[in-house]
């Protein structure tokens, strides 16, 4: 297998294409986010970030990569690094310093791997994405995350810029009573960050869904062209949502494993916790996706009823017009008849026309089909 075809997303599902963004979700600047991070000595092509905890606190961050191994080497250290956009040359300088597993460096370079946790003897290697939708389209925008978690150290590969590093750096920050844990305080964050924003996502697609149905009944046409392409819209976001959010269930489950020993009991409860809304952002994702197709039956169905009543109003105003054009047929005939050729001829045709016409408008006026 080529670079090409592993960055191209040759293996597993695809969850769409990974596109260039100038910014973070958040709306950050990629190359500046977490500043204080930034490696600029580092032997990788790509832009690195290191961070290190000693004893439950940060003593160093922005370091030179070399400097890793000497740091792991203080059973009371824990390490974070971080690479943008690596390519197989990059990867290739972790698999030699920490020993990673050839398969899961693999699937580091494959683009829109399914969200998922796998277990090598030294560590584990998962993925996942984060989430951020486009109000105003109803697209999903999604950017995907590998990370290998050893037992001191956590390195996350970003491969596209829109998951916003500065953000969990913050959230590491302002819960750094936790740092005394390890690896598991820092997969911690990085997690509770990730579902934090499947769980806005969610948010936002049901307050698009709400806005749906205030549109479902309104009277002109376009907006029933608007209803269809806007559920549509939704509907592939939240299939979208749902393949990201689902997996999650499993990797919560899989770390939270005592016999792995990166959460420990005091963690516990907190990786529960984001598990408890990993299930909510699933669940909620299930019955949106199911309310946005009732939408769409319920939008065929008014249509047709609409059909229906329009059709009821033609054929009522052409059984009008059909009796004059009937009567005026039969008095268009070429030959004699009471009243031919006199004006009260005339007279009782005109008549029997308004009469009938009346009568007819007055009959479907009172059954509702005018």
Known sequence: MTETDIRNGAIGGQLGAAVPRGTTFHGGDPDTVAADTICHDTPTHCQARTRLYRDGRLVEQGFAIEKISDHLSDSGATVWLDLRSPDEKDLSVLQEEFGLHPLAIE???????????????????????????????????????AAFILPRALITIRKDDGLDIGKVVDHWDATSDLAAHGVGYLAHGLLDFIVDGHFETVQSLDDAV?????????????????????????????????????????????????????????????????????????????????????????????????????????????????????????????????????????????????????????????????
């Open 107 to 145: 699937d580091a370079l494959v683009n829109r791997e399914r969200p998922k946790i796998d277990r090598y003897r030294t560590h584990l290697f998962l993925t996942a994405y984060s989430a951020r939708l486009d109000v105003r389209t109803g697209e999903l925008a999604t950017s995907e995350l």
């Open 210 to 370: 709400e806005g749906l149905e205030d549109d479902l009944f309104a009277p002109t046409s376009l907006k029933d062209l608007h209803v269809q392409r806007r559920s549509f819209e939704l509907r592939k976001s939240l299939v979208l949502l749902r393949r990201v959010v689902l997996p999650m269930r499993e990797v919560l489950n899989t770390l939270m494993r005592r016999d792995l020993r990166h959460v420990n009991d005091e963690l516990m409860p907190y990786y529960q916790d984001v598990y408890d809304h990993t299930l909510r952002a699933a669940e909620w994702t299930e019955s949106l996706r199911d309310l946005v197709t009732t939408i769409l039956e319920t939008n065929l169905t008014i249509q047709s009823n609409r059909l229906n009543v329009i059709t009821k109003k033609v054929t009522s105003w052409a059984a009008i017009i059909a009796v004059p054009t009937f009567i005026t047929g039969f008095y268009g005939m070429n030959v004699p008849y009471p009243g031919f050729s006199n004006h009260v001829g005339f007279i009782v045709a005109a008549l029997i026309m308004v009469v009938s016409g009346a009568g007819l408008y007055w009959l479907f006026r009172r059954n509702d089909w005018l």
